[in-house]
């Protein structure tokens, strides 16, 4: 391991002043940057929330997840437990339906949560359901003014201009790691293919979440350079969760991250992203650990609160306090 001298240890904190001055980092530096951050990681964090701070202030994006249609899918992504190809011992369900996803969204709105995702499971899904979820949208929207972020997979342009004149917010469509990685992971669709679908998502408009999943077996390299993909599709809320292996999956046996490297991970994407949300999401509690509170300091600047499709998460009112005691605040601006 290098050992960097008195002015080389903070690179960090002056790379953190060129980005809130307009500078956009390279490859190069974010190499020396992480080379950096082996022996003075608190640097790097420190250059992260400074970026943060600059451009995002005390606002914290935060939303709750609505599971409207689990397992049953035919892909084979290594890490799901919602693929047909795998026996992960989850109970599926078809499209639940308009009714009970503004009943899911009513309790999230009762828990002082401004904004909701509807998630369904599969590769797309049918015109009737795209339509069925507009109505609801409508509905929701008009009575509780609660922003609304779908992810319903690779949908084409025409389904995606229907749910962004019913209302949607944004689309949420992950590309999950490197295109050099994906093979590794998905067999049954292209890393092409979901380059695509945000692409159009961002075509008709429509504002977009895409990120990632990390403790797939690839290499920090791999993670850089989909932060670099993700700026050049120019996505403003990104993001981050962290594999919490289910059993029956390919990777079941997968360590998880540890917490400072979780936390590195997040730093390098806001140095990368500065402007964008970087929302920290599945995986968040049995990853960081006694470290949650620590992501704000290493960059972020949202979370996902509540349960998650097929693994529970934390109480609301818990991620709301932790808010609370660092001088957070949630915003769905």
């Known amino acids: 391991m290098k050992r960097w001298g008195y002015m080389e240890k903070y690179f960090c904190l002056e790379l953190a002043e060129g980005v809130v001055k307009g500078k956009k980092v390279t490859l190069e530096e974010i190499g020396m940057l992480l080379e950096t951050a082996e022996d003075n990681i608190m640097l790097l964090f420190s250059g992260a929330d400074m970026i943060r701070r600059h451009f995002l202030g005390d606002k914290v994006d935060v939303c709750s997840v609505i599971n409207a249609k689990s397992g049953l899918c035919a892909e084979d992504c290594s890490y799901c437990a919602q693929s047909?190809?795998?026996?992960?011992?989850?109970?599926?369900?078809?499209?639940?339906?308009?009714?009970?996803?503004?009943?899911?969204?009513?309790?999230?709105?009762?828990?002082?949560?401004?904004?909701?995702?509807?998630?369904?499971?599969g590769g797309k899904i049918s015109k009737s359901i795209v339509s069925d979820i507009c109505d609801a949208v409508r509905e929701a929207k008009n009575k509780y003014g609660i922003k609304i972020c779908v992810s319903l997979g690779m949908l084409d342009k025409d389904s995606l201009f229907l749910l962004k004149e019913a209302g949607v917010d944004s689309y949420h469509h992950n590309l999950e790691t490197s295109k050099r990685f994906f093979p590794k992971i998905c067999s049954t669709h292209t890393y092409q293919d979901k380059v695509d679908t945000v692409k159009n998502a961002n075509n008709i408009g429509l504002k977009v979440c895409c990120g990632a999943l990390f403790g797939l077996g690839e290499d920090m390299g791999d993670r850089v350079n989909l932060a670099f993909c993700i700026r050049k599709l120019e996505i403003k809320s990104i993001p981050l969760n962290f594999l919490d292996p289910i059993r029956g999956t390919c990777f079941e046996n997968k360590k998880l991250i540890s917490p400072m490297e979780a936390l590195k991970t997040i730093a390098m994407f806001r140095y990368i992203n500065p402007e964008s949300h970087i929302k920290v999401c599945g995986g968040r509690e049995v990853n960081l650990k006694d470290l949650q509170g620590m992501i704000f300091f290493a960059g972020a600047s949202g979370l996902m609160t509540g349960n998650y499709l097929t693994t529970s998460g934390r109480g609301i009112d818990l991620d709301f306090q932790m808010l609370e005691d660092l001088n957070l605040k949630a915003d769905w601006s």
């Open 84 to 121: 047909s190809m795998y026996d992960t011992k989850i109970s599926p369900f078809p499209y639940i339906g308009r009714n009970k996803i503004f009943d899911v969204i009513e309790k999230i709105v009762n828990c002082g949560v401004r904004k909701a995702g509807i998630v369904t499971s």
